[in-house]
C-alpha cells in the first residue's frame, strides 16, 4: 500500500506551484503584486496568496528550510486538516498584522511569504512541550509574568530574523500566535490530545 505524502511535503509542492506560476505571470505582464498582500488592498484574493508566494527564489528557499525543520515537528502530532488549516490561518493572520501597521502608519506594504507561518510553527513547538510547560509551571510566574516572557521572546526572535525588507510585525505577530496556539494544543488530534492531557495530569 502507497504511504501517503507528508503535509510538510504538500506545502513545499504548493511553494513551488506558486512561485512557477509567478514567474509566468510576470513573463505576461503580472507582476508580484498580483500575489502579494499590499496596501491598498486591491485585489482581495491576495489575503490567501501572500502566504504562499515569494519575492525570490532565496527567499523560497529560506522559507522551504524553515518550513522543513519545524514541519517535520508539527506534522508528528496533527492531522493533514489542521496542519494546513493551521500554516494558512497564521500566515494569513500575521500577513494581516503586517498589513495593517502599514496602513496605520500610512507606509506603503507589500507581504508576501511564509515566514509568519514558519515562526508561527516555531512558537508552536517552543510551547506545546513538556519542557516548556515544566519550566513555565516551575517559575511561578503567573499571567503577566507569561505574557511578558512570550512577548520578552517573540522579540528575541523578530530581532534575530530581522533584514531589510523583513516583515517584522508578522515575524512576531506568527510567534506570538504560534506560541500561544501551542499553549492550547490547537493542532493535537482528538485521541492523541486525551492520551498527553492524561499524562500530563
Same mark, same amino acid.
Given at each position: 500500500?502507497?504511504?501517503?505524502?507528508?503535509?510538510?511535503?504538500?506545502?513545499?509542492?504548493?511553494?513551488?506551484?506558486?512561485?512557477?506560476?509567478?514567474?509566468?505571470?510576470?513573463?505576461?505582464?503580472?507582476?508580484?503584486?498580483?500575489?502579494?498582500?499590499?496596501?491598498?488592498?486591491?485585489?482581495?484574493?491576495?489575503?490567501?496568496?501572500?502566504? !504562499?508566494?515569494?519575492?525570490?527564489?532565496?527567499?523560497?528557499?529560506?522559507?522551504?528550510?524553515?518550513?522543513?525543520?519545524?514541519?517535520?515537528?508539527?506534522?508528528?502530532?496533527?492531522?493533514?486538516?489542521?496542519?494546513?488549516?493551521?500554516?494558512?490561518?497564521?500566515?494569513?493572520?500575521?500577513?494581516?498584522?503586517?498589513?495593517?501597521?502599514?496602513?496605520?502608519?500610512?507606509?506603503?506594504?507589500? @507581504?508576501?511569504?511564509?515566514?509568519?507561518?514558519?515562526?508561527?510553527?516555531?512558537? !508552536?513547538?517552543?510551547?506545546?512541550?513538556?519542557?516548556?510547560?515544566?519550566?513555565?509551571?516551575?517559575?511561578?510566574?503567573?499571567?503577566?509574568?507569561?505574557?511578558?516572557?512570550?512577548?520578552?521572546?517573540?522579540?528575541?526572535?523578530?530581532? @534575530?530574523?530581522?533584514?531589510?525588507?523583513?516583515?517584522?510585525?508578522?515575524?512576531?505577530?506568527?510567534?506570538?500566535?504560534?506560541?500561544?496556539?501551542?499553549?492550547?494544543?490547537?493542532?493535537?488530534?482528538?485521541?492523541?490530545?486525551?492520551?498527553?492531557?492524561?499524562?500530563?495530569?
Amino acid at each position: 500500500m502507497r504511504r501517503p505524502r507528508r503535509p510538510t511535503v504538500d506545502l513545499l509542492l504548493v511553494f513551488a506551484a506558486v512561485f512557477a506560476v509567478q514567474q509566468v505571470a510576470g513573463v505576461v505582464g503580472f507582476g508580484v503584486e498580483w500575489f502579494a498582500l499590499a496596501t491598498p488592498l486591491r485585489r482581495p484574493w491576495t489575503v490567501v496568496t501572500t502566504v !504562499y508566494a515569494h519575492a525570490t527564489l532565496g527567499h523560497l528557499l529560506a522559507n522551504a528550510v524553515g518550513l522543513v525543520v519545524v514541519g517535520l515537528l508539527l506534522e508528528r502530532s496533527t492531522t493533514r486538516t489542521r496542519f494546513h488549516g493551521f500554516v494558512l490561518g497564521t500566515g494569513m493572520l500575521s500577513a494581516g498584522a503586517e498589513f495593517l501597521v502599514g496602513a496605520a502608519l500610512g507606509s506603503p506594504v507589500a @507581504v508576501l511569504g511564509a515566514s509568519g507561518a514558519v515562526l508561527a510553527g516555531v512558537g !508552536y513547538v517552543l510551547a506545546d512541550n513538556r519542557l516548556a510547560g515544566g519550566v513555565l509551571s516551575r517559575a511561578g510566574l503567573g499571567r503577566r509574568g507569561s505574557v511578558a516572557l512570550l512577548i520578552a521572546v517573540a522579540t528575541v526572535v523578530t530581532l @534575530v530574523t530581522f533584514g531589510p525588507g523583513v516583515a517584522v510585525v508578522a515575524h512576531f505577530t506568527g510567534f506570538v500566535v504560534g506560541a500561544l496556539a501551542g499553549r492550547v494544543g490547537v493542532l493535537r488530534a482528538g485521541a492523541r490530545q486525551g492520551r498527553v492531557d492524561s499524562v500530563r495530569g
